[in-house]
């Protein structure tokens, strides 16, 4: 079975700290596809990243930056300098091969206070 | 590129009555998938289809159907609401096609109310 887990429910830092979702996912599959989501408010989720399961090099986007490691089964995310506009609920997601069935964790809600 | 449209944005029913939610994905991708969102059980899959076949149901009663058109366009039914039901759902496209599996895009949702 798939499953993946983001073990922090609730973050709350100051602007400009550095801060690390952590994504720790559960599969069987040697191919597999891992995301990250962004839920402001508003409720609409926005696409962030997608990797898949034989591209283990890290990326880094702007102040966003993930770390892949397959031998620990994480997809970690982490925010450089914190702004308030990066407060919202992160959820990281996983798929398999040849679906877009995605499964998503339990989300993390951020909150960056100024 | 317009981004993924969903109608209607809100929706107050009554339990046992039924409801159609619609999505139009953006233009050029070819699969939709559906899901729901609740404090409790949170994002939860629904659908996907490709094509006009569904390609993979989520573990949800058969009270929830879903269909695409020719033209991509997705609609989702709910027959015989219940209070459970409750929840924003959520549509998303990606291009689909096999061999792969798309980054999608979400739509802004429809929040159902069953009262």
Not at chain 1, 54 to 72: A, L, M, V
Not at chain 2, 46 to 59: I, V
Not at chain 2, 88 to 110: D, I
Request: with cysteine.
């Amino acid at each position: 079975a798939q499953k993946v887990t983001q073990a922090q429910t609730e973050i709350s830092v100051v602007e400009k700290e550095d801060v690390t979702l952590d994504c720790v996912y559960e599969t069987r599959d040697t191919t597999y596809y891992l995301f990250w989501y962004k839920q402001p408010p508003s409720g609409e989720l926005v696409f962030l990243i997608r990797r898949n399961s034989f591209d283990e090099q890290n990326e880094i986007s702007g102040r966003y930056s993930w770390n892949f490691q397959k031998s620990t089964s994480s997809f970690n995310f982490t925010i450089t300098a914190s702004q308030v506009v990066d407060s919202a609920v992160y959820f990281c997601a996983l798929s398999r091969y040849n679906t877009d069935k995605l499964i998503f964790g339990t989300g993390t809600r951020l909150q960056v206070f100024p | 590129k317009a981004g993924v449209t969903q109608t209607p944005r809100y929706l107050i029913k009554t339990r046992g009555q039924q409801v159609t939610l619609s999505c139009s994905p953006i233009s050029g991708h070819r699969s939709v998938s559906w899901y729901q969102q609740t404090p409790g059980q949170g994002l939860q899959f629904l659908f996907e289809y490709f094509s006009e076949t569904q390609r993979n149901k989520g573990n949800f009663p058969g009270r929830f159907s879903g269909r695409q058109f020719s033209n991509s366009r997705s609609e989702m039914n709910v027959s015989t609401l219940e209070l459970g039901d409750s929840a924003l759902y959520l549509c998303a496209s990606s291009l689909g096609s096999s061999g792969s599996s798309y980054e999608q895009y979400f739509g802004p949702g429809t929040r159902l109310t069953v009262t």
